[in-house]
Nanobody, 115 residues
Framework: QVQLVESGGGLVHTGDSLRLSCTAS????????MGWYRQTPGQSRDLVAE???????NYADFVKGRATITKDDAKNTVYLQMNSLKPEDTAIYYC?????????WGQGTQVTVSS
C-alpha cells in the first residue's frame, strides 16, 4: 500500500501563485509515475501534470506555461507550482501515484481562485 499526503491548497486570487505538495509513503518501488489531477463537480478527473516512470513530463494544455511539476526523490514528494491562476482553475486537486498496474489517490485538496 501507498499513502499520499497532500498540502498547499487554499483560496487565492486571480493571478496568484500556489504550490501543491504530495508525499508518498509505504511500499514504494521505483520507477513510479506521480502527478496531479483535478476535478470539478459533475466533471471527469483530468490530468494536470505528471512525472512518469520513464522520466517524461506531461502537462495538460490548460496549464502549459503556467505550471511546473518537480520531484524530490529522496522525499518521495512531488510539487506542482502553478502561476497566473484563473477562476477556471478552481477544483479539487488530487495527487496520483502509479507503480505498474497499481494506482493510488490522495484525499484531494481544494484550490479556489476568486476573481
Amino acid at each position: 500500500q501507498v499513502q499520499l499526503v497532500e498540502s498547499g491548497g487554499g483560496l487565492v486570487h486571480t493571478g496568484d501563485s500556489l504550490r501543491l505538495s504530495c508525499t508518498a509513503s509505504g511500499s514504494i518501488y521505483r520507477p513510479y509515475t506521480m502527478g496531479w489531477y483535478r476535478q470539478t463537480p459533475g466533471q471527469s478527473r483530468d490530468l494536470v501534470a505528471e512525472l512518469t516512470a520513464t522520466k517524461n513530463t506531461n502537462y495538460a494544455d490548460f496549464v502549459k506555461g503556467r505550471a511546473t511539476i518537480t520531484k524530490d526523490d529522496a522525499k518521495n514528494t512531488v510539487y506542482l507550482q502553478m502561476n497566473s491562476l484563473k477562476p477556471e482553475d478552481t477544483a479539487i486537486y488530487y495527487c496520483h501515484f502509479q507503480w505498474g498496474f497499481r494506482n493510488y489517490w490522495g484525499q484531494g485538496t481544494q484550490v479556489t481562485v476568486s476573481s
